[in-house]
């Protein structure tokens, strides 16, 4: 896991480069490594999330991978939108917290659902 994250980190930031470069605007590199290094470890958090996620450490891992990859994911494209529409800060600063409560929902079903036996007595 880790060869394929450093592989696909250097290919994406060398596109992050390329657009920087080519737009002549050397800000954009940091936003667009965010967007494809988010979408990337968003990916990799769906597709190796077990069944029964929550249960093992393969569970927690995949839904770290899923947060933590939206999460850098939604920040910069909240740097893109603020950069792009200047003035809106508070309007994307309620998306970032409308994401972390959606989020923390989502992740919280498995154990409502019963995926956790400790809360069960």
Do not use: C, H
């Not at 470069?21 to 077990?50: C, H, K, N």
């Not at 939206?70 to 409308?98: A, D, E, H, K, M």
């Amino acid at each position: 896991m880790e060869s394929l994250s450093i592989g696909f980190l250097l290919i994406a930031f060398a596109v992050a480069i390329l657009i920087g470069w080519q737009s002549a605007d050397w800000w954009l590199v940091v936003p667009v490594f965010m967007i494809e290094a988010g979408v990337f470890y968003l990916i990799v958090g769906i597709l190796t999330r077990p069944v029964e996620a929550g249960r093992s450490k393969q569970g927690r891992e995949s839904l770290y991978y899923a947060f933590w990859g939206g999460s850098i994911g939604l920040l910069g494209t909240i740097w893109l939108l603020n950069r792009q529409y200047p003035g809106n800060v508070p309007l994307l600063i309620v998306l970032f917290i409308l994401w972390l409560g959606g989020i923390a929902v989502v992740l919280s079903i498995p154990r409502l659902r019963g995926g956790n036996q400790t809360i069960r007595q």
